[in-house]
């Protein structure tokens, strides 16, 4: 072997030492980014179920002293939206239980991580606006366990009853179908049936009330909120060419339309 061998074989054990040092380099590398993402994942699954929003919370208040209307309409929003989650979250027998005692809160605040206002419209002396309030999971579970009541808030299952309302077996059907469509719903049960109405009860696995709403639009079903309770909805099948078909509104006063304007987290 000559000199110049060595001196080639030199050359190439150091470039190969090298190559291998950013080999390891680039693992390492790789390596803390992979923790690092773990880690964020891990810590953002842990900050979603400690919150909890609530959306489309529409104030519309007379308010003497305007430049306070915007504390009480938030004051306002946040037992609004209190009220929608414990409803969404709790089964019938604690909401009922717990719902005398939600006005009766002196802490209120304590439950609110935060909120975000989506519009706001002032005059003279009425204040609009569109709210979404950001709830602390864990007070509100100390504050119900108070009450023997318990929170499951990675329950996303919830067991809902629909009226329906409609002219023709035609409209019954196709109603039926669009509700078989829905993937988020578990299971239904016809609970009763006439010849223009029926009672059913379904299993439904959905994060929020908003979603709810969504959900039902995008299959063509109207969903409308009963008055003073969790669980019970109007439905009627939408109409494109006008706005619902078979609807409850002319005949149910105890009705409370889903907002308009559907807000994301």
Sequence with gaps: MTILDINRFAIKWLMMKKNIKQLIHIFKALNSIFIFIFICVIQNHSYANDFFTVENISIDIVYKDISLARKEANNKAIFIGLDRLLSWKLNNNDYKTILSNIKNISNIRDFVAGYKIHYEKISDIKYQAEFSIF?????????????DIYFYEHLNSKTIYLNAEFNSFKHWKLLIDNIESINEILEFRILSLTHNTSLIKVSIDVINEASL?????????????????????????????????????????????????????
Excluded: A, M
């Excluded at 709830?135 to 009450?147: D, F, P, R, V």
């Excluded at 063509?220 to 099948?237: A, F, H, P, V, W």
């Design 135 to 147: 709830y602390n999971i864990n007070n509100i579970k100390n504050w119900l366990n108070s009450y």
């Design 213 to 265: 709403f969504n959900i039902f639009n995008k299959f063509r079903i109207d969903i409308q909120k009963r008055i003073n309770t969790n669980n019970e909805y109007n439905i009627s099948l939408i109409d494109y060419n006008k706005t619902i078909i078979d609807s409850f509104e002319s005949k149910d006063i105890n009705v409370k339309k889903n907002p308009s304007i559907l807000l994301t987290e």
